[in-house]
C-alpha cells in the first residue's frame, strides 16, 4: 500500500525556481497497478524519487506499507523495489554478478539468492547473456538487468519509472506480463509512463499529471465514463486543453 498526501517540490536553480509538484495525493492498494502518466517534465520521476526515499517532499507526506518515507526510510526502502531511468549501468560485472552484490546487500540468504535470480532469469529471458559484461550489453538487455536487481529482494512494493523505457514490444511484453504477475501476488505496484494506451492496458487506477499537478485520478471506468470518453489519451488532451495547459496544439 502506498499513501501520496499533498507532496509538493520545488527545484531551485541559478536562473529558476521549477514547481515540479504541487499538492499530489493519491493512493495504491495492494494487489492494484497504479499509473503516474504524463508527458516529458510532468513531474512523474520526481513523485517516484519521493516515493521511494532518494529525495525529501517540501511539504506533504508518503507512507509505504505504513512507514513514512522520511521518518522510517530504512523500512520502507527493505520493502519496495525501485527502478530508475537515471541508472545507466555500465562496467565490466555482469549481470548475475550485479545480483549476487545487490542481493548480499541486501542481506539475503544465499539459497533465496539463488532461487530469486533463477526466476528472475528465466521470467524476464535473460539466459542468453546473464554472465556476460553489462557494458556489452543493449539497451533492453541493461533494462531487464536493472529490472532483476531491483527485484532481487523479493519487495513488496515496486516503484517503477518508465519499465518499458527503450525495450522493443516482445520485451515490453514481457515486463508488463512480469508486473500483472506481482499484482496477482498481491504486491503494491506504481508505474510511470508517458505512453498512455500502454498505462490504458495495464493499469487499474491511472493518475494524470502535468506540470506538476495532478490533474485526474481514478480507475479507467471511473475516467471513462465521468469524461464520456474511451481512451485516457482523449481525456488527458481534453483537460490539459481545458485548463489551458497545452500551448500550440
Ligand atoms: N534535480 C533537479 N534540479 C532542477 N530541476 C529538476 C531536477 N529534477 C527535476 N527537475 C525539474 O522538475 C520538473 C519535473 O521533472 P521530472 O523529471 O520529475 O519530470 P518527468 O515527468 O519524469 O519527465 P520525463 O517524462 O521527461 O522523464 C522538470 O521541469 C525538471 O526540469
Ligand atoms: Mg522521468
Redesign the pocket.
Known amino acids: 500500500m502506498i499513501e501520496v498526501s499533498g507532496i509538493s517540490k520545488k527545484?531551485k536553480?541559478k536562473k529558476k525556481v521549477?514547481s515540479?509538484l504541487e499538492d499530489v495525493s493519491f493512493s495504491c492498494e495492494d494487489g492494484k497497478i497504479f499509473g503516474l502518466l504524463?508527458?516529458?517534465?510532468?513531474?512523474?520521476?520526481?513523485a517516484l524519487r519521493i516515493m521511494a526515499t532518494l529525495l525529501k517532499p517540501d511539504s506533504g507526506s508518503v507512507k509505504v506499507s505504513g512507514y513514512d518515507t522520511v521518518k522510517q526510510s530504512t523500512e520502507v526502502r527493505k520493502r519496495i523495489g525501485f527502478l530508475t531511468?537515471d541508472m545507466k549501468l555500465s562496467g565490466n560485472l555482469s549481470p548475475d554478478e550485479l545480483m549476487n552484490f545487490f542481493g548480499e546487500l541486501n542481506h539475503i540468504s544465499k539459497e533465496q539468492l539463488s532461487s530469486t535470480k533463477e526466476q528472475l532469469v528465466r521470467y524476464l529471458g535473460m539466459g542468453d547473456f546473464v554472465n556476460k559484461p553489462v557494458e556489452k550489453l543493449s539497451t533492453g538487455m541493461k533494462q531487464k538487468t536493472s529490472i532483476a536487481v531491483s527485484l532481487i529482494h523479493n519487495p513488496q512494493v515496486i516503484i517503477f519509472d518508465?519499465p518499458t523505457n527503450g525495450l522493443d514490444i516482445i520485451s515490453s511484453k514481457v515486463v508488463t506480463d512480469f508486473l500483472k504477475d506481482f499484482k496477482k501476488q498481491g504486491k503494491t505496484v506504481i508505474i510511470?509512463t508517458?505512453i498512455m494506451p500502454e498505462a490504458e492496458k495495464l493499469c487499474d487506477t491511472i493518475g494524470l499529471i502535468f506540470e506538476g499537478h495532478l490533474i485526474e485520478c481514478g480507475t479507467k471506468e471511473e475516467l471513462f465514463k465521468k469524461y464520456s470518453q474511451d481512451s485516457i489519451e482523449d481525456i488527458f488532451f481534453a483537460l490539459a486543453e481545458e485548463r489551458g495547459l497545452i500551448k500550440n496544439v
Open positions: 527545484f536553480t521549477v515540479a504524463g508527458p516529458n517534465g510532468a513531474g512523474k520521476t520526481t531511468s518508465e510511470s508517458h
